[in-house]
């Protein structure tokens, strides 16, 4: 992992391998740079998180070569079936030109993609340091290696270790407490041909979503409250709980919660994409609130247009203005998705108090 006794260079280096960071690797080395990814994970996750893949994301992934692998894994269109205050009022589809299928296996099947083209990612690899000079960008590891590269790319999502190092501010708000909780869950008995949504008068709720090619649901609901009012972390029984209280499916038990994760309102963006050498893309440039599904697929916007840039300014230095172009194109494209995003996620928390409403409020 360690370049410091070689004097090896390569031409980008990528810090993170989400979405994001996976597609600008691909993009990059299809395009014949040389590329290096580290991760300070121990290695990859099996969480569902983000979700969906837009037209506009499988066009960049077709580009890459992986669009028919994702669709041979995802699906095409959902159902979403809505409940009110315990009862089912209807149904609801929803267009299929999107693609439904888990973030976990967005990622395996790039990671694989760009293993076919000479480059693994490297995990345990935790950047403690970035310095530049004229000619590159040194990465310090936290196991006192180092990497050197012509540039990097923190691709290091929303607590960026790259933004947090360059010292690029991170203007926005977030909210005090979690508003939900999310996980993967079981659901034996519980039909798969649907989006569940409960919701309830006074605006709670709870959604059980099927992830194609696993017998898993990615669940999201409203928290539960201590005797004190406050949030609750999310756990397996409360999971139950919530789903008893929303649902009363008594025959219905949750089972094998594989990821729990608590979900608050962040609405920020770096001030700036570029520091010299270095840039930001995905959700270490922007976070915002879910609504609309949006946030894999701008990684994924920014990681190609980045891959542009990098590349021209790879075949002619004397193209280093390439490098602004990428910030003029994206930092306004992540000011407008804040704004979008925040205007979905109110539409959602409207129409969810309106029997036979759901997330479709925030689709378009």
Known sequence: ???????????????????????????????????????????????????????????????LGVADRLSATGSRGVVLRKYFD???????????????????????????????LGVRVEYGARVSGLAQDPAGVTARLADDGSVRAGYAA?????????????????????????TMVVGDVRAPGLSRAYWHQWFTTGGGGIMLCPMPGTDSFQLQASPETGEDGEPLP????????????????????????????SWRVNVRRAARMREGRVLLAGDSAHVHPIAGGLGMNTGIQDATSLARSLAAVLTDPAAADALDAYEAERLPA?????????ERHRRVLAAVREPGRGTEAGMS
């Open 86 to 116: 315990g009862a089912h009022v209807n149904d609801t589809p929803v267009d299929g030109s999107g693609l439904l299928i888990g973030q976990w296996q967005v990622e395996e099947i790039l990671r694989e993609r760009l293993a076919g």
């Open 334 to 342: 992540a000011e407008r998705l804040l704004a979008d995003t925040s």
């Open 154 to 178: 923190g691709c290091d999502g929303g607590h960026s270790t790259t933004r947090e190092l360059l010292g690029i501010p991170f203007e926005g708000y977030t909210e005090e407490k979690p």
């Open 234 to 261: 999310p756990t397996p029984d409360g999971f139950q709980r919530l789903f008893d209280r929303h649902a009363g499916m008594a025959g219905i038990r949750l089972t094998e919660a594989t990821w729990l994760s």
């Open 1 to 63: 992992m360690t370049d410091t006794t070689t004097g090896a260079t390569t031409d980008v280096l990528i810090v993170g391998s989400g979405p994001t960071g996976l597609t600008l690797a691909c993009d990059l080395a299809l395009r014949g740079a040389s590329v290096r990814v580290l991760d300070g994970r121990s290695g990859p996750h099996r969480e569902s998180r983000g979700k969906g893949l837009t037209p506009d994301s499988l066009e960049v992934l077709d580009r």
